[in-house]
T-cell receptor, first 115, second 114 residues
Framework: DQQVKQNSPSLSVQEGRISILNCDYT??????FLWYKKYPAEGPTFLIS?????DKNEDGRFTVFLNKSAKHLSLHIVPSQPGDSAVYFC??????????????FGKGTLLTVNP | SQTIHQWPATLVQPVGSPLSLECTVE??????LYWYRQAAGRGLQLLFY??????ISSEVPQNLSASRPQDRQFILSSKKLLLSDSGFYLC?????????????FGSGTRLTVV
């Protein structure tokens, strides 16, 4: 039972254009959402997060949008750069910390930014 | 600063052999510790998590076990590896630091069972 879904296994964009990565979730108890970036043979690194009390969070070139009614979030990267090429994981949790804090991840989307 | 160490980076083991992967964290106390596996087409799957010494929660039934003998040490084990245990294993920790909770991954171990 996949509670966090990333339906696009891969995405290819041109340098300088916008990359939009999508994520859907089914568990209505999730209230905190994160995006991680992963290069091959490395652990994922935190990129950006959003709480369910917000619908948008921005950090430099990265913006995450949350649509709670649709149980959908997206990550926008503008402008895209070749160094952004990596696998992007969407993750969700109930709460943003605590003794039972754990993240549920999607399958990931491989982003390729072409020069 | 907090750091997480995970070793070895790569491992090739025959079917039926035992396994022991170790993860240690520094710079924090009483962290939550996690073992994840990234298998082909399955994303990052949570295998075990621990909220304290000797406390282990298993998320999925499998051929693996976990132990936490010390506050900052988390071990993933198997008595007899299966081909299906191949994958990329990631240790992670979360703890409160300066009022915020972080969730940080180690560099991972690529396990190939042959």
């Amino acid at each position: 039972d996949q509670q966090v879904k990333q339906n696009s296994p891969s995405l290819s964009v041109q340098e300088g254009r916008i990359s939009i990565l999508n994520c859907d979730y089914t568990n209505s108890m999730f209230d905190y959402f994160l995006w991680y970036k992963k290069y091959p043979a490395e652990g994922p690194t935190f990129l950006i997060s959003i709480s369910s009390i917000k619908d948008k969070n921005e950090d430099g070139r990265f913006t995450v949008f949350l649509n709670k009614s649709a149980k959908h979030l997206s990550l926008h990267i503008v402008p895209s750069q070749p160094g952004d090429s990596a696998v992007y994981f969407c993750a969700a949790s109930r709460g943003s910390g605590g003794s039972n804090y754990k993240l549920t991840f999607g399958k990931g989307t491989l982003l390729t930014v072409n020069p | 600063s907090q750091t997480i160490h995970q070793w070895p980076a790569t491992l090739v083991q025959p079917v039926g052999s035992p396994l022991s992967l170790e993860c240690t964290v520094e710079g924090t106390s009483n962290p939550n510790l996690y073992w994840y596996r990234q298998a082909a087409g399955r994303g990052l799957q949570l295998l075990f998590y621990s909220v304290g010494i000797g406390q282990i929660s298993s998320e999925v039934p499998q051929n693996l076990s976990a132990s936490r003998p010390q506050d900052r040490q988390f071990i993933l084990s198997s008595k007899k590896l299966l081909l299906s245990d191949s994958g990329f294993y990631l240790c992670a920790w979360s703890a409160r630091f300066r009022g915020l909770w972080g969730y940080t991954f180690g560099s991972g171990t690529r396990l190939t069972v042959v």
